[in-house]
């Protein structure tokens, strides 16, 4: 069966330290597609990646990083240099190919607090 | 003037009542979904259409119905409430890009219910 798995609840970190948020999934399908959304306190949810099972290069974006590893079936996300800004849940999504239902398997979600 | 947008952004009814919350893109994407969000849950889906005649319940449709009234519109009614539908409610919307298989999904802004 599917699944995402966000053992980190909630973090703390001061503001320029990094931080990674830990995103492991389990799925059946060897193809397959993984996600990071941000939820800020406003609540709306941004779409940040998304990455297809087949490519397993890291991908940096300014100050933002993904780590995919399909040996453990991980695909963490680091924040460098975090901002009070980067305050927000950040959540973990997995969408499978077969049945191409579009449907996405969430994490629990991990509630990041920057403080300055 | 946001792409996807949700109405009403919060509610409060009561149970036994019947409500309906509304979504519309201005995006053209053919597919829509409804998500609901619980603390410590991530989000689950209720419903997803990939058509105006594509109606197909997700993993917790009960007590819930919708309605795909244009490729623009789609709405979520809950017949009779109940306090455990207390939850944040959000509309999502993608296209499936041509040669690929998973689309990404962009997210409205939320509804938050409560039901007393």
């Known amino acids: 069966a599917q699944k995402v798995t966000q053992a980190q609840t909630e973090i703390s970190v001061v503001e320029k330290e990094d931080v990674t948020l830990d995103c492991v999934y389990e799925?059946?399908?060897?193809?397959?597609?993984l996600f990071w959304y941000k939820q800020p306190p406003s609540g709306e949810l941004v779409f940040l990646i998304r990455?297809?099972?087949?490519?397993?290069q890291n991908e940096i974006s300014g100050r933002y990083s993904w780590n995919f590893q399909k040996s453990t079936s991980s695909f963490n996300f680091t924040i460098t240099a975090s901002q009070v800004v980067d305050s927000a849940v950040y959540f973990c999504?997995?969408?499978?190919?077969?049945?191409?239902?579009?449907?996405?398997?969430f994490g629990q979600g991990t509630t990041l607090q920057v403080k300055p | 003037d946001a792409d996807v947008t949700q109405t009403p952004r919060n509610r409060i009814t009561k149970t036994g009542k019947r409500i309906m919350l509304e979504c519309s893109q201005t995006k053209g994407h053919d597919r829509m979904y409804w998500y609901r969000q619980d603390p410590g849950l991530g989000l689950r889906l209720i419903y997803y259409s990939f058509d105006v005649k594509d109606i197909n319940k997700g993993e917790i449709s009960d007590g819930y119905s919708v309605s795909r009234q244009a490729q623009a519109k789609f709405s979520l009614s809950l017949e009779s409430a109940i306090p455990n539908q207390t939850a944040l409610y959000f509309c999502?919307?993608?296209?499936?890009?041509?040669?690929?298989?998973?689309?990404?999904?962009?997210f409205g802004p939320g509804t938050r219910l409560t039901v007393l």
């Open positions: 999504a997995l969408s499978e190919r077969s049945g191409n239902t579009g449907k996405l398997i």
């Open positions: 999502a919307t993608s296209a499936l890009p041509p040669g690929t298989s998973t689309d990404t999904q962009y």
């Open positions: 799925t059946r399908d060897t193809t397959y597609y």
């Open positions: 990455r297809n099972s087949f490519d397993e």
